[in-house]
């Protein structure tokens, strides 16, 4: 699960598709190795992702309290991220099904010459999902980030997208799944409704999302 920018609402997608999962009886967690401003005093995203998992995750590798990009999180507490150790903890999850998290948007930096979409190509998933706000600039977001994992991990299927609801919607909004289509940039996108990611309409799509990854 990666994203077209920060704070488009990965976690609220991500929630909804494991929450999808275990309702038809899968074992299944939500992870997110990599996660900043885990301050003790709110809601993580990894928490989230527990509550409606089936199986229950072991604590993330990397957790860092200051609200900041992983890899200025990380250097602030003398920490370097590895793929291996992120990899190798996803790996280690018992479950046999897993929606994974990333911090940020795909090519944000987790360390020097390392992004997101390193770490994506690194765990080799079976489908990919890529998550974006339906607003006006979502048509160049999602063209450049299914550009860009068509290069740096050309072995990977094509990328599912999922759009959110804008919190100020505009005169895109709505439009926007079918114009990736029609524009040849990604077809069968997904619209996610503007509900909580474990109300019916949000489960809704999720399935529909959960199916689409099954083609992918």
Not at 27 to 32: A, D, M, P
């Amino acid at each position: 699960m990666v994203g077209t920018g920060t704070g488009v609402g990965k976690t609220h997608v991500s929630v909804a598709l494991v929450a999808a999962l275990a309702a038809r009886g899968n074992k299944v967690c939500g992870l997110k190795p990599i996660e900043s401003g885990v301050d003790g005093t709110s809601t993580t995203d990894a928490e989230h992702l527990a509550l409606v998992s089936s199986v229950q995750p072991e604590p993330a590798p990397y957790r860092f309290a200051e609200p900041l990009s992983p890899h200025l999180a990380a250097r602030r507490c003398g920490r370097a991220i590895s793929l291996e150790v992120a990899g190798a903890w996803v790996d280690r999850q018992p479950a046999p099904l897993a929606i994974v998290e990333s911090a940020g948007a795909l090519l944000s930096p987790l360390g020097p010459g390392l992004t997101n979409a390193d770490l994506v190509r690194a765990l080799s998933p079976d489908a990919v999902v890529l998550v974006g706000l339906d607003r006006l600039g979502i048509l160049h977001e999602v063209a450049c980030c299914t550009l860009a994992l068509r290069a740096l991990a050309p072995g990977l299927p094509p990328a599912v997208i999922v759009l959110n609801p804008p919190a100020a919607p505009d005169a895109s909004t709505g439009t926007n799944a079918g114009e990736l289509a029609a524009l040849g940039i990604a077809s069968g996108a997904v619209v996610m409704p503007r509900a909580a990611p474990t109300a019916p309409a949000s489960l809704a799509a999720a399935q529909v999302a959960l199916a689409r990854l099954a083609m992918s």
